[in-house]
């Protein structure tokens, strides 16, 4: 019972907390920042292919991006997203191919303000260092689209030749090629949610400290998904109606705000925990600034 108590406490404490760092702003900040980031990004990723000489690479690349979305939110802009990655562009080192990793690297520094507001940490970095590290993440992340993608087109070899080396039955190569895809994804996912809340704000937290709201994260994003998906599968003429021509952009946009609202939730959730764990009458800021301390002496 005293558990069950705890566990309400914190959960209670993150979600004022949450409204009190205006979490539902932030939320739709990152979302904004993530959907305008969107399609910078697919033009880096189609540049990059097209450097390493495989512009079908960027069109698997952003099909396993895609796949984790709500079929009725990814169908809204995938023609747009083809649009983008079909467009001819000259050379990867252009004007447009520098500016569209700048603006691609906005979305994390979105999501680097959320983080920072979560967990009571003062940012005491350099602009230029923040936004050049936001950048790398942004290569990063084209880079290992990229690598999975590539892993996803081998796959079919990998199958045939584990079948004449091990004694492997499979009903189909199409049923395993779809756990990979699924496989891959959540798992970069994974990896990605514990780089952003383990590097990406200012200090430095723990496994075990960032564990809960990651898990929260990818849990509740699961079920957000499936039940937007399922409102859009019922209602989703009512977008049509009251946005017209702009009803894929509001689609996506909104379902970009709830999975960035439980992101951020996500944080505050850790930054409770924390709290939670801290003695009596110590504010999570206050040990921030006693680390903080300790660390420069």
């Known amino acids: 019972m005293r558990a069950i108590r705890t566990i309400y406490v914190v959960v209670e404490d993150a979600f004022y907390t949450f409204l009190a760092d205006d979490g539902w702003a932030i939320a739709s900040h990152i979302a904004l920042s993530t959907l305008m980031a969107l399609f910078p990004f697919l033009i880096v990723l189609t540049s990059l292919a097209g450097f390493f000489g495989s512009k079908e690479l960027a069109d698997q690349a952003a099909s396993l991006m895609l796949q984790v979305w709500p079929k009725q939110v990814a169908d809204s802009i995938s023609g747009e997203v083809h649009d983008v990655l079909t467009t001819t562009r000259t050379g990867v080192l252009t004007i447009g191919a520098a500016l569209s990793v ?5 979305g994390v520094e979105a999501l680097r303000v959320a983080l920072n507001r979560a967990y009571a940490v003062v940012e005491m970095r350099r602009w230029y260092w923040l936004r050049l590290e936001s950048i790398g993440y942004t290569l990063v992340a084209a880079f290992t689209a990229l690598a999975m993608a590539f892993l996803i087109v081998l796959g079919p070899l990998f199958i045939e030749a584990a079948r004449r080396h091990i004694p492997l039955f499979v009903e189909s190569n199409e049923s395993i090629l779809t756990w990979l895809r699924y496989g891959i994804t959540v798992g970069a996912l994974v990896v990605a949610l514990i780089i952003l809340h383990a590097w990406l704000p200012a200090g430095r937290r723990a496994f075990l400290q960032i564990l809960p ?5 990818i849990v509740a994003s699961l079920i957000s998904g499936i039940v937007f998906g399922q409102y ?5 003429n009512n ?3 009251m946005y017209a021509g702009l009803a894929s952009v509001i689609i996506a946009l909104v379902f970009l705000y709830f999975i960035a609202a439980i992101f951020v939730y996500g944080g505050e ?6 709290k939670s764990r801290l003695p009596h009458g110590v504010s999570l800021q206050a040990a921030q600034s006693l680390k903080r301390a300790e660390t420069q002496a």
């Open 102 to 106: 700048y603006f691609a690297s906005n």
């Open 213 to 217: 709201g990651i898990v929260f994260t």
């Open 232 to 236: 859009l599968a019922r209602f989703a």
């Open 239 to 241: 977008y049509v109606t």
């Open 269 to 274: 959730l850790n930054a409770a925990i924390i």
